[in-house]
């Protein structure tokens, strides 16, 4: 039979959606792969179909996981989806097939025999670490509207799962987490509910002025920084273990300016 790949948009509406019009084909699935954005070159004897990013249809795949297969396996499906990986699609596919065809249910992630189910466990975990160091990385600044603005820029798409943690310690503050890779703001009114924002244009450079008091405080955290280091102690390899460069470019301590 010829193989079918159904392209579908780098997001989690997207893959849902290509998961459930890979069920609506009732072709069965072995011949059916889902693909996360297009390919540079076209593989011969197989055919594309392109799935557009659909809510309902989202919103029944969801349905369906959390009543099939659980919250836990729901939330691991979701963060292997905000993988920067372009294989998420065809593994969260096998993943769910594992899960509701062969009927493994709520135990499907305990299923390692199925590479796909590991590589989804992969994936989710890649994500769940990342999000954990931006837990303890991110640094909020004052703007001078008073809100407190914190810039990332993570491999993985995790603001949607850094926001619980910040709206529950800072839920009397008005603030935004902005993801510059994925163009994603996290934004949280006082005493509100958060919610996200995409494609949503930068703030612009005239408009992210820090507030006096926070540009007083800049100046202290960072010499503070500076002079509490031991230089004869100083490990520049072990600092990296613990605190990648990455993250280093979004810390007000490390800023060359």
């Not at 989690?12 to 019009?21: H, K, R």
């Not at 890979?22 to 069965?28: C, F, N, T, V």
């Not at 540079?40 to 557009?52: C, I, P, V």
């Not at 934004?187 to 509910?193: L, S, V, Y």
Request: aromatic share 12%; proline share 2%.
């Amino acid at each position: 039979m010829e193989e079918k790949y159904i392209i579908c948009e780098d997001s989690l509406e997207g893959i849902f959606t290509a998961v459930y019009d890979a069920y609506a084909l009732r072709e069965g699935h072995e011949h059916i792969h889902i693909q996360v954005g297009e390919e540079d070159n076209y593989r011969l004897f197989a055919t594309y179909m392109y799935s557009h990013q659909d809510s309902v249809k989202t919103d029944k795949v969801i349905r369906t996981l959390k009543s099939r297969l659980g919250e836990e396996v729901y939330v691991t499906i979701c963060k292997a989806a905000a993988s920067c990986d372009k294989t998420k699609g065809e593994a969260i596919y096998r993943t769910v097939i594992e899960g509701i065809t062969a009927g493994s249910g709520r135990r499907t992630m305990e299923n390692l025999r199925n590479p796909y189910v590991v590589r989804t466990f992969e994936l989710a975990r890649r994500t769940a670490n990342e999000a954990h160091h931006e837990v303890e990385f991110i640094r909020f600044q004052e703007l001078q509207q008073g809100i407190l603005y914190a810039l990332i820029g993570p491999e993985n798409n995790v603001v949607p799962f850094v926001m619980p943690h910040f709206a529950d310690r800072l839920a009397t503050e008005n603030f935004m987490i902005y993801d510059e890779k994925h163009g994603l703001y996290g934004i949280h009114p006082a005493h509100k509910a958060w919610y996200l924002v995409s494609d949503a244009e930068q703030l612009a450079k005239d408009q992210v002025q820090w507030s006096q008091k926070e540009q007083q405080y800049q100046e202290l955290f960072t010499m503070f920084h500076k002079t509490i280091a031991i230089r004869e102690r100083r490990n520049i390899r072990l600092q990296c273990q613990m605190l990648p460069l990455r993250f280093q470019d979004y810390m007000v301590e490390f800023n060359k300016n």
